[in-house]
């Protein structure tokens, strides 16, 4: 299981993640640590809190009974921290302040900020801020020259944890740019609620072996939208089945949902795939399904399959003419896709808005404006971002 958060937006943005079931958990009826009071962190921007969180986490993680550590307002420096379990009972981190990285890129040595692992029953918590400092490394001007653009850090990662919640948070800034804000992988049960997300990449993009996921009332934008993919460039990869994504809101976005997959890459498959009460406002592509994703241009014949895909109730502007694309494979049609209720309007000197299908034959119901695979595909489509 591999949950990342990329954020490099600015502004400030609110993240809630459940992982599972997270009923029972707490930090009732255990310890407090507080890591100012109890190991001497100092809220001077300038002292390292990661021996204070380190032997914070150490206590609490051997603890038979859960506990809580308290990282409390103010403003704190932090260098890096790998926080790992197994822990004998749940925890809690509670960030009430502001967590800063290191301004300069060249004090990460490996692509990650702050990384959670192996951990069961956690929750991260209490309104603060996770500021990763990431402006002085966006320009990445003369990176043959420094080792460091290789391994530019994200914000947070989270590896192989059950039963989590990350509830109330604001990560910004990340070094790492033009990114995800959350990557899902590889993992079962994710719900990702009442979020806003302002990236250089998909707002939420969920990769292979992701499984029963929830995305409910995102806010998305700038960014790239909501994407599943791409899927198919590497060996092995997992299917994608069971994916719901309602009640949420693009502005401004180069994507609104979308399924990518790469052809002439590797077989797989992506099923079960919900898109419904969706609000677009100017987004270049709102509904879109691409096949031939393929930026490099070093693709052939797609060996990819998808199936069971609604899109229902999708409403708003088109930036662009393409309003609805759906390209699916010539080898694996799309089979059993579905178009409901779709109303998305453009107004520019390209003419109306316009729905393109091909290798597909979906189901239609409800209003359709535009109307449903009307418009012939061009020869070169409008490559998505």
Known sequence: MAIQFNFVSSMLILVLLSISSVEGQGGGGGGVIDVVAKFGAKEDEKTDLSKPLLDAWKEACASTSPSKIVIPKGIYFLCTATLDGPCKAPIELQVQGTVKAPADPGAFKEPKWIAFNRIENFKLSG???FDGQGTTAYKREGCKGHDYCGSLPINLKFDFLTNAMIQDITTKDSKHPNTDGIHIGRSDGVNVLNSEIKTGDDCVSIGDGSKNLVINGVT?????????????????????????????????????????????????????????????????????????????????????????ISFKNIHGTSARPEAVK????????????????????????????????????????????????????????????
Not at 282 to 304: A, E, G, L, M
Request: net charge neutral.
């Open 127 to 129: 309104g603060g801020v």
């Open 220 to 308: 998305c934008g700038p960014g790239h939208g909501i994407s599943i993919g791409s899927l198919g460039l590497f060996k092995n990869e997992e299917p994608v089945d069971g994916v719901t994504v309602k009640n949420c809101t693009m502005t401004n976005t180069s994507n609104g949902v979308r399924i990518k997959t790469w052809p002439g890459a590797e077989p797989g498959t992506c099923s079960n795939i919900h898109f419904e009460d969706i609000t677009v406002t100017n987004v270049s592509s709102p509904i879109i399904i691409d096949q031939k994703y393929c930026p490099w241009n070093k693709c052939k014949i797609n060996v990819f399959k998808l199936s069971n």
């Open 326 to 385: 759906i390209i699916c494979s010539a080898t694996l049609p799309c089979e059993n896709v579905e178009l409901a209720d779709i109303e998305i309007t453009h107004s520019g000197p390209t003419g109306p808005a316009v729905s393109q299908c091909s290798n597909v034959k979906p189901k239609v119901s409800g209003k359709q404006n535009p109307a449903a695979c009307s418009a012939p595909i061009p020869a070169k489509p409008t490559p998505t971002a």
